[in-house]
């Protein structure tokens, strides 16, 4: 089978990403050469007409799409999986759908809220402010963005709305990113990785970031620097550690993840991430197709803890893959 590995054109800003992207080209490139398949690598920008040049040249059986943003905005990212789609090429993991509900974190909450599902409060700059008196405490995130991108320590907060307005203005203008506030729960931090099997979603064993070595004056968050900065204090002192076999979360987050996969008809691979609280309640906050393949990310420890070899996961990712688009051309005769 010929496979394209399709991944994000990298700009300057993304210099410390570079690294991270090799790795995750590397390892697949290495499963695609074990499982026995010719791959091409194409770098992806907004040149749509030059992408579909390569792909009509190379005519790719699949796209193995490793796509998380396009110049550095994350909600560019289903630009191509849009002109994949239209072209008929099958391509891995998450579905053009499943990106356009999940990538926009606030309307992601909204799709869960009116669904019934946990997860944390929200307040958004320009909104109605009705409670002038509760104070809470907060945390700022970019809207779009994934990857803890802009996310330092002091976007945590403790206010009531005005003050929560007023920060997301000096944030906005820090990062020149639309942000919105979240309702910062206190608690561990879990995520649960998916992946499509031959005979359907298989959830994995979740892992958790160790915050045991922060100082009580941190938040414990996984701030910019824990997630990249791979010589910074930050980064070595929240390791992923394995969810013990005996901890009460784990039916609960294996339920709650298989539902919010029927939800967004998450497919192909991604992850779950989520706050539990002190009674025990898990809190949504992100849902992430495609999640980051590296050696180091939490997916690949998850999919070791299943005993499920990287050769193996990238093989059913690819069958998934081609029996979808198969699935999508029957539909269309």
């Given at each position: 089978m010929k496979v394209v590995i399709c991944y994000n054109s990298l700009t300057e800003d993304d210099v410390i990403n570079i690294v991270d992207v090799r790795q995750q080209i590397n390892s697949v490139s290495e499963a695609l050469r074990n499982l026995g398949h010719e791959k091409v690598e194409i770098p992806c920008s907004l040149d749509l007409m030059a992408m579909k040049m390569l792909l009509d040249f190379y005519k790719p059986d699949c796209i193995f799409n490793l796509v998380d943003a396009l110049y550095s905005h994350d909600q560019l990212l289903t630009v191509?999986?849009?002109?994949?789609?239209?072209?008929?090429?099958?391509?891995?993991?998450?579905?053009?759908?499943?990106?356009?509900?999940?990538?926009?974190?606030?309307?992601?909450?909204?799709?869960m809220l009116d669904n019934n599902f946990p997860t944390p409060e929200w307040h958004e700059l320009g909104e109605k402010i009705l409670d002038l008196e509760t104070k809470a405490k907060w945390i700022l995130k970019n809207t779009w963005d994934h990857g803890s991108?802009?996310?330092?320590?002091?976007?945590?907060?403790?206010?009531?709305?005005?003050?929560?307005?007023?920060?997301?203005?000096?944030?906005?203008?820090?990062?020149?990113?639309?942000?919105?506030?979240?309702?910062y729960i206190e608690g561990r931090e879990v995520s649960v990785g998916v992946i499509s099997s031959p005979t359907g979603i298989k959830i994995l064993p979740p892992t958790e970031v160790d915050y045991s070595q922060f100082l009580r004056s941190k938040p414990a968050i996984l701030n910019y620097d824990s997630k990249w900065i791979r010589n910074s204090l930050e980064y070595n002192i929240t390791p992923i550690k394995a969810v013990t076999h005996d901890d009460p979360i784990l039916e609960k987050v294996a339920v709650l993840t298989?539902?919010?996969?029927?939800?967004?008809?998450?497919?192909?691979?991604?992850?779950?991430?989520?706050?539990?609280?002190?009674?025990?309640?898990?809190?949504?906050?992100?849902?992430?197709?495609n999640a980051c393949l590296s050696p180091d990310a939490g997916f690949q420890a998850e999919l070791?803890?299943?005993?499920?070899?990287?050769?193996?996961?990238?093989?059913w990712i690819l069958g998934h893959a081609i029996n979808r688009g198969r699935n999508a051309k029957s539909q269309q005769n």
């Open positions: 191509p999986v849009a002109l994949w789609d239209a072209l008929g090429i099958p391509y891995t993991g998450a579905s053009l759908e499943c990106l356009m509900l999940s990538s926009n974190k606030v309307l992601a909450k909204q799709f991108r802009n996310l330092v320590d002091s976007d945590v907060i403790y206010g009531d709305l005005i003050d929560v307005d007023l920060a997301l203005q000096k944030r906005i203008k820090r990062t020149s990113r639309k942000s919105f506030a979240e309702g298989a539902c919010v996969c029927d939800l967004f008809k998450l497919d192909g691979w991604g992850r779950i991430d989520y706050r539990i609280d002190e009674t025990g309640q898990p809190w949504i906050l992100e849902i992430n197709g070791q803890l299943a005993g499920l070899p990287f050769d193996t996961a990238i093989n």
